[in-house]
């Protein structure tokens, strides 16, 4: 069974950092590029950042670049978050999701999400 | 960066009732296009991708159509369980954006 499973989230201060991780089981992890979604309360889907199978191609969205990095393990079929410079508009529910291809397809798969909230 | 406005925000529907939902795109995403379900408290379900296809282990009274810059998710005959919100995607170029969703709730 494919599953994902995020962790990381919690209440942070602004101008703080947190690193959310994606664990990652059931699929050859080498073979999809993976991305990060995340969801403000009572909001809509917002595509945080996305990173090819082989970490050649990192987007970011406009809203976290220059704050936020994505990166991924191999060796632990992980994939990362680090957040910086938080911002009380940061505050989302963030899911990680796999893609159906290497690097341009839709997401077939996601975690349950991991909460961050950026109060002080 | 490219736009998706789906239309419309929410509708009122009954079970048994055909329900169509549009997503437009600001420019052409050719084919590249996908649909997205959410129930509360969840994360999102793929139901459609390449605009028309359906994923695996999807009920088939679910169908996606269009191209180029207009598409359309439509559910012939709503059950209970489909009583969520809806998200169409576009990934034929980055950033990957999403339209604001649908919610279809019951009448």
């Known amino acids: 069974e494919v599953q994902l499973v995020e962790s990381g989230g919690g209440l942070v201060q602004p101008g703080r950092s947190l690193r959310l991780s994606c664990a990652t089981s059931g699929f050859i992890f080498d073979d999809y590029a993976m991305h990060w979604v995340r969801q403000a309360p009572g909001k809509g889907l917002e595509w945080v950042s996305g990173?090819?199978?082989?970490?050649?191609?990192?987007v970011y969205a406009d809203s976290v670049k220059g704050r936020f990095t994505i990166s991924r393990d191999s060796a632990k079929n992980s994939l990362y978050l680090q957040m910086n410079s938080l911002r009380p508009d940061d505050t989302a529910l963030y899911y990680c999701a796999k893609d159906m291809q290497y690097s341009k397809g839709a997401f077939d798969v996601w975690g349950q999400g991991t909460m961050v909230t950026v109060s002080s | 960066a490219i736009w998706m406005t789906q239309s419309p925000s929410s509708l009122s529907a009954s079970t048994g009732d055909r329900v169509t939902i549009t997503c437009r795109a600001s420019?052409?995403?050719?084919?590249?296009l996908a649909w997205y379900q959410q129930k509360p408290g969840k994360a999102p379900k793929l139901l459609i991708y390449?605009?028309?296809t359906l994923q695996s282990g999807v009920p088939s009274n679910f169908s996606g159509s269009g191209s180029g810059t207009d598409f359309t998710l439509t559910i012939s005959c709503l059950q209970s369980e489909d009583f969520a919100t809806y998200y169409c995607?576009?990934?034929?170029?980055?950033?990957?954006?999403f339209g604001q969703g649908t919610k279809v709730e019951i009448k």
């Open positions: 420019q052409g995403i050719s084919n590249y």
């Open positions: 995607q576009q990934y034929y170029d980055y950033p990957r954006t």
């Open positions: 990173i090819s199978w082989n970490s050649g191609i990192i």
């Open positions: 390449a605009a028309s």
